[in-house]
């Protein structure tokens, strides 16, 4: 009865021990692409970062995997999803700005800053800091469209 219990402790302690926080699965940013163009893209980078002076300061980048040709108009390529998110270190930023920006760069190209799509002169940023200090635990999903002449996207907090 002794080793029964044992054994039945140890698989509970095991099983207990692999769940993961719900809460992890937020934690980070997942990456939405949306390719409304006819061109496949590589080697692209997405580079999180913060404003000085009007300037962008990138502390972080994330290497996006090939970006394929949308077959319809609902169709988005995910990226850095559930556990794997990207999880750029925000203390970093955080010594810049207290929003986070983001820059995408094609390959052989200059990066250039993400707009919004919906709004075209406003930036796309993420707060967070709240009272200055860094948000425990934070999350989003960022949104890219390549579109034909531009690269815009959305950026959508997590609670």
């Known amino acids: 009865m002794k080793n029964i219990i044992i054994i039945l402790s140890a698989s509970l302690?095991?099983?207990?021990?692999?769940?993961r926080d719900e809460g992890e699965l937020r934690i980070g940013f997942m990456l939405e692409i949306r390719n409304?163009?006819?061109?496949?893209?590589?080697?692209?980078?997405i580079t999180i970062g913060g404003m000085?002076?009007?300037?962008?300061?990138?502390?972080?980048s994330y290497k996006l995997?090939?970006?394929?040709?949308?077959?319809?108009?609902?169709?988005?390529?995910?990226v850095a999803v559930d556990y794997n998110r990207w999880r750029p270190n925000l203390n970093l930023v955080k010594e810049i700005s207290d929003e986070a920006y983001f820059t995408v760069q094609l390959e052989g190209e200059n990066a250039i800053l993400l707009y919004n799509e919906l709004e075209n002169d406003i930036l796309v940023s993420a707060k967070i800091t709240e009272n200055g200090i860094l948000k425990n635990r934070y999350g989003g999903n960022l949104s890219i469209a390549f579109l034909e002449n531009s690269i815009k996207g959305?950026?959508?907090?997590?609670?």
């Open 13 to 19: 302690f095991i099983f207990t021990s692999c769940l």
């Open 36 to 45: 409304t163009t006819d061109l496949e893209y590589e080697n692209i980078r």
């Open 52 to 60: 000085l002076n009007g300037d962008f300061v990138g502390t972080e």
């Open 65 to 78: 995997p090939t970006i394929g040709i949308r077959n319809n108009n609902s169709e988005a390529q995910y």
């Open 154 to 159: 959305l950026f959508f907090e997590q609670e």
